[in-house]
């Protein structure tokens, strides 16, 4: 009882799938050029995971709402499983690369991003791996 009164309410938690999305604009704006090619990717990858790509607008929002990057990984751990979270990293990474112009903002929001998914860098770098072998 007396926990209770101590702890802050947790805010409005926003959709796991929608987190994702925003997640996936976040790594994109990361460099400060959120480039066509990347909206591109990022559109394909909701309609792959989701059947949709109409999610791309709420999640603009959402990403320019969320004041962290906690906010939203905690979304998508609350729903998604640990094991599925090395496809997710995959998304993270075919955007990053989009533009084909990885720069050290990117690589630095990948480590935060992976580390607050539960995940390291090693899984980080399979990913990546994973995704330039399929040529994107």
């Known amino acids: 009882m007396i926990g209770r009164l101590f702890r802050k309410p947790e805010p409005d938690k926003p959709d796991g799938r929608v987190a994702v999305a925003a997640l996936l604009v976040r790594v994109a704006r990361t460099d400060g050029d959120y480039a066509d090619a990347e909206r591109a990717v990022i ?76 995940m390291g860098d090693r899984d980080s770098a399979r990913a990546r791996q994973l995704v330039q072998a399929e040529g994107g």
């Open 43 to 118: 559109q394909a990858i909701l309609t792959r995971r989701f059947g949709s790509a109409d999610m791309l607008a709420q999640a603009e929002a959402l990403e320019q709402s969320a004041g962290d990057t906690v906010h939203l990984t905690k979304a998508i751990k609350d729903e998604i499983a640990h094991d599925d979270r090395l496809d997710y990293l995959q998304d993270l990474w075919r955007v990053v690369l989009a533009d084909e112009a990885r720069d050290f903002e990117e690589d630095g929001f990948m480590r935060l991003a992976c580390n607050l998914l539960g």
